[in-house]
């Protein structure tokens, strides 16, 4: 009787294990101190692009220095997975060809310019595993002071196909068509 209470106790134990590893994995990221977020525009080519993406907040720290994008660094664009952008359709991006498919959205700050990186690796965590030799598209892209404030970091796409990325007091704009 003893053994079979032992054995009773130990699948219980494992079975209360494996629920609470359970939700673990599926955990709720919209609680997350960087929120999921998600934007979709359909172009006039009839091309859906979405940026699907997790909004990091300033909260008083200096962008550049306590934030990411820092120096030459490549960026997520984002925080915790990577950015990925997605076009149903083969798309330009500031004239140059991005076949249809899902991308790692990564960039690099500059002064008056930033380098969009679209990657062929789309589902990693932030830029730890980025490989440039993945890379399928680099384009250069305008970055300017923004007119208002960004505290939570945002991804805008106009009808027309101009993508806006808000961060601080950055932005930084490309054309996708």
Do not use: C
């Amino acid at each position: 009787m003893k053994k079979v209470f032992t054995i009773l106790s130990m699948a219980g134990l494992l079975l209360a294990t494996n629920a609470l590893s359970a939700q673990d994995k599926k955990e709720d990221k919209s609680k997350r101190p960087s929120p999921p977020a998600k934007v979709t525009q359909t172009l006039a080519s009839g091309a859906v692009i979405s940026i699907d993406y997790s909004q990091p907040s300033v909260k008083g720290r200096t962008i550049g220095k306590d934030l990411e994008p820092k120096g030459d660094a490549v960026w997520r664009t984002g925080a915790n997975e990577a950015t990925v952008f997605e076009t149903s359709k083969a798309v330009k991006v500031n004239g140059q060809a991005l076949p249809a498919g899902k991308y790692g959205l990564f960039s690099i700050a500059g002064s008056g310019e930033w380098t969009i990186i679209f990657n062929k690796t789309w589902k990693q965590w932030g830029a730890f595993d980025y490989k440039m030799a993945d890379d399928a598209l680099r384009v250069k892209a305008t970055a300017t002071k923004a007119a208002a404030f960004a505290e939570k970091m945002t991804f805008t796409i106009g009808k027309d196909g101009l993508v806006t990325l808000l961060w601080g007091d950055h932005q930084v704009t490309f054309k996708v068509e």
